[in-house]
């Protein structure tokens, strides 16, 4: 199906959604809690776009352009008045939460804020709360953290914000998908912490290279089917050869 | 007994009320959660001790009864056949009426109601303003029926509508009269129960959900409670009557788990209708089948919001989603649902028996049929209220609502829930309908009225609302969880006559990013008490910000206790009483407040019987 874009017109497959397909087609629309790894959420409400279609009548809506399923003929504009305000009122909004995001403050400053016009959460950290931790969490197969409460009090933890349970294997997912980089964790020769647990670490048998712990390793063996062996060296050592061998093979 | 068809249904019916005929006088005695916690269950203990002494017991039956709604008054009684209504019944007087009203038809002067506007005594139910001009289309059967008993249901003439339904009717057809009624969504969103329903038919994939939403969270609303507690067959039918228009065969009732009485009632209700062969396999032979499964919430205000309620029943943290894709299409486990309120599906049976024709007749032109509604706040009559769609709210405060407690002046009606607005006094004369009530800033929601007297604040009214639904706000989306933390922060300043005039431009620009961006109706529609007070009482925020004064004596950081000398008698009352032992004075000398002491509670205030505390 064919949509328009900021005046251009996309083609598109049914069942995408317009951020993807604007994405694809080099359109840029800011998102926060959008991840290709992980589904669609819709929370940070930062992909809001406006639409309209010949058969509205003149009707517009602004939508979130990350769940908003195409439509054959549908013409969406990323950045008209009324996208602008949303997208700088959640900024704005983003910016009192978290006001030493330097990602939170250089998406405020293209939207011209420069200070937050409402007042700083007190003692404030790193989190917006886009869940993209425990989606990827959840995804992995690990669903070791969750969100615990609602509203403004709602957090991401472990439970009991404890320490993290078995059910964690320490794969840094959550650290390494997390925008703000709000999740801490910290690794030292042949330890990694994070979640308040302490995890072994396995090197690469060739370059000595981190790749894991052994739970991690574990569970993702499991979770492909692959021997656990497959998990004795690092990537570029097992591109490597690879490569070598398919060097043998041609020639 | 199980019923394998729709003419046993009738038999059973006809025996029932023959039966009846050959009865007795009955005592109604309201067992609805306000009488409960007034003290009915003595109350009609006491009565079936007095039968007993009397050796009345086979003549005269004691029904314990739903919600009659006139809770103010409670406990309830009402003497069947002639009607005869006692309020405010204490256990002590059961043995007088036995005794006077049963044995020798002699009224109780002392336990009628008095009509406060024309200090008459009135004696029948139907006399009493509050009742009279309200039309108890779902209501009615309240106080006619003992909940627990599906044969006085039955009596009434229930479930004879799925009966004719089942053999008689097509699935479109029934759809097709739903949709003639007009009969839109009570739980707030007004749509179209019959366009849902047919874009649920019309769905693809299997299986289809039907789901009854009990979760009624607004302060001060109570009216699905009752109808769950009072008459939950009505519900139960409605549900398998849209069950069978819309080819689904599992249904859901999501139900506060703070409703116990409501969640004991459904389920004897539901395995009554099962022993009955009205719900569960092969209903009443027809071969079609569907049953219910109750399904309690775990307390989450943003629960009641469809979405929610669907990942909530899923067993998933109770968010909502986006609706871009209608539940009706893909709701409870991606499968094509229909979620309607209880009193949408309590509305169903009547619609079928009476007719789409007769239920457009009661209503406007959009807003058919009748609403049900909790009117609490400072009104003399507080209770549940069903009315014709269209009625003015003036009718609901002053004629039903009997007007405003003690006397003082009108200030505004909460309609909506907290999500809704303040509505002023030349709003009165509003005709109260989904379209009128959304227009003029607020909305129906599902249907609280919270009447205000010229003691509130309406800067405090928004603050109020804002801070449950700040508590209450999932936290999932951006606008809604910081919009509301920083929305409360602001009146929070107002309130304590910080900022300047600014403010109001800052309060609006924010409310216009959550109504616009927000993910669901919970955060879509949070600005608007904040809104409508505005709207309706700017000069109030103003004094706050300008003359860092609150008119109505509410804001502490902006008032003073003090004591009008001339009116102080020197009572010793409010020295007694005040907490914060910041009055001070002898006996028979006038008293003084101190206010650096002084925490503004109010206490002085309320116990003074000589109006001689000033608060400005």
């Known amino acids: ?251 | 007994m199980h019923l394998t068809s729709p003419e046993a249904l009738k038999r059973l019916k006809s025996q029932l009320v023959r039966q009846r005929k050959e009865n007795k006088s009955v005592i109604t005695v309201c067992a609805g959660t306000g009488c409960v916690a007034c003290g009915c269950a003595a109350v009609s203990a006491a009565f079936r001790e007095a039968l007993k002494e009397n050796h009345l017991e086979e003549k005269v039956e004691i029904k314990t009864t739903g919600c009659h709604g006139f809770c103010e008054r409670g406990p309830l009684v009402v003497m069947r056949p002639e009607g005869i209504f006692y309020q405010r019944v204490k256990p002590a007087d059961a043995k007088q009426i036995v005794e006077k009203t049963i044995k020798q038809g002699k009224v109780i002067e002392k336990l009628l109601y008095r009509d406060p506007q024309t200090k008459q005594l009135l004696t029948y139910e139907k006399d009493i303003p509050f009742y009279n001009k309200q039309e108890r289309l779902i209501f009615g059967m309240n106080g006619h029926m003992d909940p627990t008993s599906i044969q006085d249901y039955i009596t009434l003439g229930g479930y004879q509508a799925l009966g004719r339904v089942l053999v008689s009717v097509h699935p479109d057809e029934v759809i097709e009269e739903v949709k003639k009624s007009g009969l839109r969504g009570r739980g707030g969103g007004g749509f179209s129960t019959g366009r849902k329903w047919a874009s649920c038919r019309q769905a693809e994939g299997e299986p289809k959900y039907i789901i009854c939403n009990a979760d009624e969270g607004d302060p001060g609303a109570f009216m699905d409670r009752s109808l769950l507690e009072g008459n939950p067959h009505a519900v139960v039918e409605g549900m398998i009557i849209g069950a069978y228009a819309i080819g689904s065969h599992d249904g859901y009732v999501y139900v506060r788990n703070e409703y116990p009485l409501a969640v004991k009632n459904l389920n004897i209700a539901l395995a009554a209708a099962r022993e009955y062969g009205l719900l569960g396999a092969d209903i009443l032979g027809s071969g079609f089948s569907f049953d219910i499964t109750v399904s309690r919430g775990g307390g989450a205000f943003v629960c009641g919001e469809s979405t929610a309620l669907m990942a909530s029943l899923e067993g998933k943290i109770g968010e909502p989603r986006a609706k871009y894709i209608h539940t009706v299409e893909c709701g409870l486990w991606e499968k094509p649902s229909t979620l309607n309120n209880v009193e949408t599906w309590a509305n169903v049976p009547t619609i079928i028996e009476k007719g789409a024709d007769w239920y457009r007749k009661i209503g406007t032109e959009n807003s058919k049929g009748t609403k049900v509604f909790a009117l609490t706040g400072k009104v003399n009559n507080t209770g549940l209220v069903e009315v014709p769609m269209g009625i003015p709210l003036r009718e609901i405060i002053f004629d039903i609502g009997g007007g405003i407690l003690d006397g003082r002046a009108f200030k505004a009606v909460q309609t909506g829930g907290p999500s809704g607005g303040c509505l002023p006094e030349s709003a009165l004369n509003l005709p109260v309908d989904f379209d009128t009530l959304t227009e003029a800033g607020s909305m129906m929601g599902s249907g609280g009225l919270i009447v205000m007297d010229d003691r509130t604040c309406m800067v405090d009214v928004a603050k109020y609302f804002i801070h449950f639904l700040l508590e209450e706000s999932c936290g999932k989306c951006v606008p809604c969880r910081e919009g509301l933390r920083q929305l409360h922060e602001m009146l929070e300043e107002i309130s304590r006559g910080e900022g300047g005039v600014g403010t109001l431009d800052g309060i609006e620009r924010l409310c216009s990013v959550m109504e616009q961006g927000s993910l669901c109706a919970l955060g879509r529609s949070a600005p608007n008490p904040v809104m409508s007070t505005l709207r309706y009482f700017r000069d109030e925020y103003l004094a706050h910000l300008e003359a860092h004064r609150c008119p109505a004596g509410v804001c502490k950081a902006l008032i003073n206790y003090s004591v009008i000398e001339e009116n102080c008698t020197g009572c010793v009352v409010c020295k007694r009483a005040c907490p914060a032992e910041a009055i001070t004075g002898e006996k028979n000398q006038v008293h003084k407040i101190n206010s650096e002491i002084c925490t503004r509670c109010g206490i002085c205030l309320a116990v003074c019987k000589f109006d001689a505390i000033l608060v400005e």
């Open chain 1, 1 to 251: 199906m064919q949509l328009t874009i900021d005046k251009r017109s996309v083609v598109a497959r049914k069942g995408e959604y317009l951020l993807e397909v604007a994405q694809r087609n080099g359109i840029e629309i800011p998102a926060l809690c959008h991840h290709p790894a992980v589904e669609p959420w819709g929370g940070c409400r930062l992909c809001m776009v406006e639409i309209t279609h010949p058969d509205w009548k003149g009707w517009t809506g602004l939508v979130t352009a990350c769940l908003y399923p195409v439509q054959d003929g549908l013409i969406v504009s990323t950045d008209t008045k009324k996208v602008h305000q949303v997208r700088a009122g959640v900024l704005d909004l983003l910016l009192a939460r978290c006001p030493g995001s330097s990602l939170i403050q250089n998406l405020a400053r293209q939207y011209g804020i420069e200070e937050t016009s409402f007042t700083p959460r007190k003692a404030p950290d790193l989190c917006i709360l886009c869940g993209l931790c425990i989606r990827i969490c959840e995804k992995i197969g690990a669903s070791a953290i969750s969100s615990i409460g609602r509203g403004v009090e709602k957090l991401v933890s472990v439970p009991y914000e404890t320490v993290a349970t078995a059910a964690c294997v320490g794969c840094l997912s959550c650290a390494n998908i997390c925008p703000t980089g709000a999740i801490a964790f910290s690794e030292s020769e042949h330890c990694r912490t994070i979640w308040s647990r302490n995890f072994e670490l396995v090197r690469c048998e060739e370059c000595k290279a981190v790749i894991g712990t052994p739970e991690q390793l574990e569970h993702f063996a499991r979770r492909s089917g692959l021997d656990r062996s497959y998990f004795t060296k690092c990537d570029s050592c097992r591109n490597r050869e690879a490569a070598a061998r398919f060097v043998r093979v041609t020639f």
